[in-house]
């Protein structure tokens, strides 16, 4: 999900997986959109009407698990403030490939389908610093950058190279 200031600029803000809700705080709040959604790949998505989305958490008695659902993703935004401010580059980089793999099912589940663009925009670093700091981990073993998309092959030591206070953003769902 990114963000869009006024003057245009994206700033990645989190990333959603299968089964997660998009909109809403909308919802909740009558107020207008405020991020916007890139997909890493194709995905099926159902969109429901403000009305009917209302209509269905009240009449199934959902308010409660909606608010603690909508709390939950709001906890993490101080964490990620927080790591945007004082972790290096390289720490920033391997949570966001450990959260788009987390985030993944399937067949891909270790594949980042993330061009080195919108991982530079995502935080906010150039393409040439992803592709020096993407050609080390390459080197070392522990990821494929070619055929596209890039491939996480050992996950501990993308891990290990993570910000070690980001334990809930860098670990599989359920953990």
């Given at each position: 999900?990114?963000?869009?200031?006024?003057?245009?600029?994206?700033?990645f803000i989190?990333i959603r997986?299968?089964?997660?809700?998009i909109?809403e705080?909308?919802?909740?709040?009558?107020?207008?959109?405020?991020?916007?959604?890139?997909t890493?790949?194709?995905c099926?998505?159902?969109?429901?009407?403000?009305?009917?989305?209302?209509s269905?958490i009240?009449?199934?008695?959902?308010?409660?698990?909606?608010?603690?659902?909508?709390?939950?993703?709001?906890?993490q935004?101080?964490?990620?403030?927080?790591?945007?401010?004082?972790?290096?580059m390289?720490q920033?980089?391997?949570q966001?490939l450990?959260?788009?793999?987390y985030?993944?099912?399937?067949p891909?589940?270790s594949?980042?389908?993330?061009?080195?663009?919108?991982?530079?925009?995502?935080?906010?670093?150039?393409?040439?610093?992803?592709?020096?700091?993407l050609?080390?981990?390459?080197?070392?073993?522990?990821?494929?950058?070619?055929?596209?998309?890039?491939?996480?092959?050992?996950?501990?030591?993308?891990?290990?190279?993570a910000?070690?206070?980001?334990?809930?953003s860098?670990s599989?769902?359920?953990?």
């Amino acid at each position: 999900m990114v963000y869009t200031g006024v003057e245009g600029t994206e700033t990645f803000i989190a990333i959603r997986g299968p089964g997660d809700l998009i909109g809403e705080y909308a919802q909740r709040d009558a107020g207008g959109r405020t991020a916007s959604v890139w997909t890493l790949e194709a995905c099926e998505v159902t969109v429901v009407s403000f009305g009917a989305f209302g209509s269905f958490i009240k009449e199934a008695r959902l308010e409660n698990e909606l608010q603690r659902y909508m709390m939950a993703k709001t906890r993490q935004n101080p964490q990620r403030i927080h790591l945007a401010a004082n972790r290096s580059m390289e720490q920033r980089l391997a949570q966001l490939l450990l959260e788009v793999v987390y985030a993944g099912v399937g067949p891909t589940a270790s594949q980042v389908h993330l061009s080195q663009r919108q991982i530079g925009d995502a935080l906010g670093v150039t393409r040439p610093w992803v592709n020096r700091a993407l050609r080390k981990w390459r080197v070392e073993g522990f990821i494929r950058t070619r055929p596209d998309p890039i491939t996480v092959l050992d996950i501990e030591a993308l891990k290990r190279r993570a910000p070690q206070d980001a334990t809930c953003s860098t670990s599989p769902p359920g953990k």
